[in-house]
């Protein structure tokens, strides 16, 4: 575990740090209750997760916990949540850097009530179209990875039936704004869906992938940190 945590040194002492910020950010934002929901940052061929059961407000350094992807843990005493093959499986089958698992209310309650997501606005497209919800399966286990791979197929976002939801990126600022606007996304549509006597309008399946399109160049360009390409910020309405 020494030579492990040597040969990776900074960036995982620095990925750990805003693992714990993003993950303590979920309960502060109310998407998640006490130790519900996870966070995991991949750096090279290893995971950083979030423990089982110990509240993120208590984690610190000493904490840091790291799976290979085949999920042997190559550092830390804590065990790893029950989660870890859902957050394994993204990273086998994507280009995910980073995931977050929360048990939002209103995305929870979304995923009791319809098979996918209405498109009730155009935002769905940061997530690359209708989001589909996953069968029930039993947490921790391999089905529950499997059903959200089957929902996340095209996608960077998915809810879990009676659970709640999964959204990835290419950072956990990316995944976790991503988790921010499908909860988002499920509070209109309840809103909306609520009042008496009237059905929320939707929108078309071809205009969510016309603003896909367009979505695609928003956004302002600023010089990278250290000087080379630019990048191009995050999608916003």
Not at 21 to 42: F, H, I, K, P, Y
Not at 202 to 209: G, M, T
């Amino acid at each position: 575990m020494t030579e492990m945590a040597d040969r990776h040194g900074d960036a995982l002492a620095g990925a750990w740090l805003d693992l714990v910020a993003t993950a303590r950010r979920t309960a502060a934002e109310g998407l998640v209750v006490g130790t519900s929901g996870n966070v995991s940052v991949r750096v090279d061929d290893l995971v950083l997760v979030t423990p089982s059961g110990v509240p993120y407000d208590r984690l610190g350094p000493a904490d840091t916990v790291a799976v290979r992807l085949d999920g042997t843990r190559v550092l830390g005493a804590l065990t790893p949540t029950s989660e870890l093959p859902m957050h394994l499986a993204v990273y086998r089958t994507t280009g995910a850097r980073a995931v977050v698992h929360t048990h939002a209310v209103h995305a929870t309650a979304v995923s009791t009530l319809v098979d996918e997501l209405p498109l009730v606005h155009y935002m769905t497209a940061v997530l690359g179209g209708p989001v589909r919800v996953a069968p029930y399966e039993t947490y921790g286990t391999d089905a529950l990875a499997e059903r959200m791979l089957e929902a996340l197929r095209d996608r960077t976002g998915c809810l879990l039936q009676n659970h709640g939801a999964v959204t990835y990126g290419a950072s956990l600022d990316q995944a976790y704004d991503r988790t921010a606007q499908l909860e988002w996304m499920c509070r209109l549509w309840l809103t909306a869906a609520a009042v008496p006597g009237l059905t929320p309008s939707l929108l078309s399946r071809d205009e969510i992938r016309r603003v896909g399109e367009k979505l695609a160049g928003y956004g302002q360009t600023a010089p990278s940190a250290d000087g080379g390409a630019p990048g191009r910020g995050g999608a916003q309405g």
